[in-house]
């Protein structure tokens, strides 16, 4: 006998929420983590697997106070706005806690307990002793209302002040409160703070990864959602096929099934109807959105209200966003209404009249949305976004419109939430009010990028006025500002504010001025020049944004302007800085010094001895990061290696502590390429290939990790390096980042020689050479010059090539530039292997390889070891010459330098040496075999997710190994990697 489940007559048959089926083990171990002293436990999984429901269960038994923090998913969220609203509901008055003066702190996140709590405490200048000052307060408040553990849903939307406290509440030891924080790891920004508190996880702490059901529990959770009656095998083989095991995704599409009447009842167990093909949605949108089709009008608009809300919110304010007040909705009567005072057994009202909101029961059966704590909310974002997207424009409008209005009413104002919908609205005036307020707050409590993003919203508006763009942009903290796309986004808004009539000559000028600054950040240094050039020709001569601009032109970056142009420029601007604000003059500090050393004087350290202060506030502290950055990369380009290591480290110090992204790009790069001069090889190329990949680093930046990239495969004896060095070139002119020509240039004037093409390789340094001439910078000669040298020997123009030493040398005479030096011993050399005699020149390549490895840049040294044993050989000094390249081959081995490695073992061999290893393998345009496994894997039709799962490495992991053989192979997207591979016969 078969029956079939039907919904049957009047309302749907409510099913029963799903059980908690598949999680006891995880369960358990977080009972187990919490048990005894306070413990931190991350839980981490994808959208719908079930880690909401698993913290339920884990506090629903606990005897103590237990605090949950839901982080929506708002575009800017509100600072520290989870945390402040748990601690809201669990207390009314804050009257008989026994806060002490702290507390104070707490005045301007909860107005509404101003008459019991303290003072507010003095301002502070320094935003991170405040921002410090107010987690002390929260942390008591906490501790006072005794709660053992403080539970962050969705902590990926977390604002960054939320997840600052985190960590502030982690640091305690011991820890006063348990943390458990759930979030889903691939919405997580590669930038987020909560990387760090996954990443420090204390020994007794958890991390638990949530996975989807299998086939088994699958059943198990359908079973429990029909009177824990027994599922068929193969429906649940097909229900698990189709969802992949996601909680979510299986609780939809069953209930869509049950409300269809497409279940049936075989030989005791539940089946589908047609088993040959399950009619389920492909996403859980589509099932959401037939579930909610089934819903009476009133129910409908009550989610609705809740989706564009997106935050958990009360029923009044759900009900202003239902409809107008006063407004009757015909649509909501039911035609089988019997008056109304009549009711059904549910409480709900048959006439669309009932309660304050009618429809909200409704929407709680129906099992989409969730009360807790006197708080509405969808129970899955993912259910909430698709009757988001399923409203109408012209309504979706309006109900932001009356959100805004109604959350008008708060105190305190949730500018961000306002923001937010007004500008859904399209009330523009209102959005921008509230949005500068927003940043205004975000800035006051250190939240630089939660500022960033608001202030980007207000410049790139369409409707922002364009005597705003200059205030705004000079309000963005930049230190905490990244993606490409944002800052092109800035520039189109400032050249538009910038076109003819829009403003007047002086704003004009101020604009113009922002416009340059942004694109030498962007590191678009010729453009941005040229726009600083027309600025400062209308902006007051002692005023800020003078100053500023003659210090950047003051920088070195104009292919053929001589040192002495900008050396007037720098002198200008120091002149213009007595005149400027005390604290804007460490920031033209930190720029005048830069430029000096990259002009090559040596007056730039001088300066740096007014940096070595700790910063007072967040503001010394960008200043302070910039700088030491900058005096880290000036250090690794002087050869003072030592320096450049305690520079950066102090610099990532600061960058860590405030939080600022783009200065940590640059410390990645700069020590991407310290570790190439110094031999720390291993591991480096899968560094650069992260900055390399990684769209949000700027494109000069970025550079610098091809650059290092490149150099690893030209030691490797992969004649693909050319192309990377041809291309690094020809973007640093496109950028115009000069200083970055001559080692590319040097590099691939190396490859050219080793092929026997002298004239290309004097080609390929024309330009550099000539730009260091005239500019009379060589402090980028010291790869250059060397090669140059070789290339004109090579050509037979040696008393050219003396001449170039020459000049070389003038200008090293004098300055503590290591890496000028060994630079110009070693074209000594090249020319005493030309001029003198192989004996001579041994003894000079000598000297060259003790001055590289001084610095220490192992591999140079190694090469001019190579070039001493072959003079030695030429001298008829065997006997120092083949144990000396024995040494020299095992340096090379141990560096991987397998090209130059080959050539000395070929020497040996040639001299009848045996030669034993090969060294460490580099795999060069060969896959790796980890590589050809995931491309194996790849071509079967599986995610990057899947294939780690199969070989135990993480998404990340895979994806970066994809992204290097489609490097490989020449290749840009999935499809053709595995039709590569295939062609190739790496997989069958």
Not at 40 to 57: D, P
Not at 812 to 831: N, Q
Request: contains cysteine.
């Amino acid at each position: 006998m078969a029956g079939a489940a039907t919904p049957g007559a009047g309302a749907p048959r409510l099913m029963a929420v799903p059980a908690f089926v598949g999680r006891e083990s995880e369960l358990a171990a977080c009972r187990r983590a919490l048990a005894g002293d306070p413990a931190i436990v991350l839980v981490e999984g994808e959208a719908g697997v079930g880690k909401s429901r698993l913290l339920r269960e884990l506090l629903s038994t606990r005897p103590d106070r237990c605090l949950v923090a839901f982080c929506p998913p708002f575009r800017e969220p509100y600072t520290l706005g989870p945390v402040v609203d748990a601690v809201r509901q669990a207390v009314g008055s804050v009257a008989g806690l026994g806060l002490s003066a702290l507390a104070g702190a707490l005045r301007p996140l909860f107005p509404e307990w101003a008459d019991e709590l303290p003072p507010a405490p003095e301002p502070s200048e320094d935003a991170r002793a405040a921002r410090h000052l107010l987690f002390r307060a929260l942390d008591e408040a906490l501790d006072r209302l005794r709660v053992s553990v403080l539970a962050v849903e969705d902590a990926h939307w977390a604002d960054e002040a939320t997840l600052e406290f985190l960590l502030f509440l982690a640091a305690r030891h011991p820890l006063r409160t348990g943390l458990v924080v759930t979030y889903r790891p691939d919405d997580v920004p590669q930038t987020s703070l909560l990387l760090r508190l996954s990443s420090r996880l204390p020994a007794t702490g958890l991390r638990l990864t949530l996975q989807p059901l299998d086939v088994a529990r699958t059943g198990a959770l359908v079973s429990s959602m029909l009177d824990d009656e027994p599922v068929s095998p193969a429906f649940a083989q097909l229900l698990h096929r189709h969802t992949d095991g996601v909680p979510l995704a299986v609780e939809e599409s069953v209930r869509l099934l049950y409300e269809r009447a497409d279940l049936t009842r075989m030989n005791g167990e539940w089946a589908r109807r047609k088993l040959a093909r399950i009619d389920v949605p492909p996403t859980v949108r589509d099932a959401v959105l037939e579930r909610v089709a089934r819903l009476r009008p009133a129910a409908r608009a009550v989610l609705q209200a809740a989706a564009v809300l997106s935050a958990p919110a009360d029923e009044t304010t759900l009900a202003a966003l239902v409809h107008k007040p006063g407004e009757r909705r015909p649509e909501d009567r039911r035609p089988d209404a019997l008056g109304p005072d009549r009711r059904r057994p549910d409480g709900l009202a048959l006439d669309g009249l009932a309660g304050p909101l009618d429809g909200l029961a409704e929407a709680l059966a129906c099992g989409l949305l969730r009360e807790d704590g006197g708080s509405l909310s969808f129970r899955h974002v993912l259910a909430s976004r698709a009757v988001y997207e399923a409203i109408p424009p012209p309504r979706r409008r309006a109900m932001h419109l009356r959100a805004g209005r109604a959350l008008a009413s708060r105190t305190p104002l949730p500018v961000s939430q306002l923001a937010r919908h007004f500008r859904e609205a399209g009330d523009v005036a209102a959005w921008r009010r509230h949005a500068e307020r927003a940043a205004c707050l975000a800035l006051a409590a250190a939240d630089e990028a939660g500022a960033a993003s608001l202030l980007y919203d207000l410049i790139t508006h369409p409707a922002s006025p364009p005597a705003d763009a200059a205030r705004l942009v000079a309000a963005i903290p930049f230190s905490s500002f990244t993606g490409d796309d944002r800052f092109q986004g800035l520039v189109r808004s400032l050249r538009s504010a910038l076109e003819p009539g829009r403003l007047p000559p002086e704003d004009a000028a101020e604009t113009r001025y922002q416009l340059g600054r942004v694109l030498m950040i962007m590191e678009e240094y010729e453009a941005g020049r040229a726009e600083l050039k027309k600025a400062v020709a209308h902006l007051p001569p002692g005023s800020l944004s003078a100053a500023r601009i003659m210090t950047y032109l003051g920088w070195p970056r104009e292919p053929s302007t001589p040192a002495a142009t900008h050396l007037r420029w720098l002198r200008r601007a120091a002149e213009a800085a007595d005149s400027v604000p005390a604290g804007e003059r460490l920031n033209l500090l930190v720029e005048r010094a830069t430029a000096l050393l990259m002009l090559g004087e040596e007056e730039g350290w001088a300066e740096t001895r007014r940096m070595t202060r700790e910063p007072a506030d967040a503001e010394e502290a960008r200043h302070l990061g910039k700088g030491l950055l900058n005096l880290g990369d000036a250090a690794v380009r002087w050869g003072r290696h030592a320096d450049a290591a305690r520079y950066l480290a102090r610099a990532e110090l600061i960058t860590e502590r405030h939080g600022f992204l783009r200065y940590r790009d640059v410390i990645l790069a700069t020590r991407l390429h310290l570790d190439w001069y110094e031999g720390r090889w291993r591991g480096l190329a899968d560094r650069a290939a992260g900055l390399m990949d990684n769209e949000a680093v700027q494109p000069v930046t970025r550079l610098e990790a091809i650059l290092v990239a490149a150099l690893l495969r030209a030691a490797a004896g992969d004649d693909g390096a050319g192309e990377r060095f041809e291309h690094v070139l020809a973007e640093s002119r496109r950028y115009g980042a000069v200083e970055l020509l001559a080692e590319p240039a040097a590099a691939l004037c190396g490859l050219l020689l080793a092929r026997g093409d002298a004239g290309r390789a004097l080609r390929v340094t024309d330009e550099p050479v000539r730009q260091a001439a005239e500019k009379g910078i060589w402090l980028w000669a010291a790869d250059l010059a060397p090669a140059r040298v070789r290339a004109l020997a090579a050509a037979g123009r040696t008393d050219e090539a003396g001449e170039l030493v020459d000049a070389f040398a003038a200008w090293v005479r004098g300055r503590d530039a290591p890496a000028s030096w060994a630079g110009l011993v070693l074209c000594h050399a090249i020319l005493d292997e030309v001029r003198a005699g192989p004996a001579e020149a041994a003894a000079a390549y000598g000297r060259a390889a003790d001055a590289w490895q001084r610095l220490p840049r192992p591999y140079d040294a190694l090469l001019a070891q190579e070039r001493q044993v072959a003079c030695l050989l030429a001298a008829g000094e065997t006997g120092t010459a083949l144990p000396l390249a024995r040494l020299v081959l095992q340096g090379l081995t141990a560096l991987g330098a397998r090209a130059a490695a080959e050539r000395v073992a070929g020497l040996l061999r040639d001299h009848h040496v045996e030669v034993r290893g090969r060294g460490r393998r580099g795999y060069g345009d060969q896959l790796s075999p980890r590589e050809l496994e995931v491309v194996r894997l790849l071509a079967t039709g599986k995610t990057n997710r899947e294939i780690a799962a199969v070989l135990s490495r993480s998404p990340r992991t895979v994806a970066a190994q994809v992204n290097s053989a489609m490097r490989k192979l020449g290749v840009n997207s999935r499809t053709a990697l595995a039709v590569g591979a295939v062609e190739a016969g790496l997989v069958s």
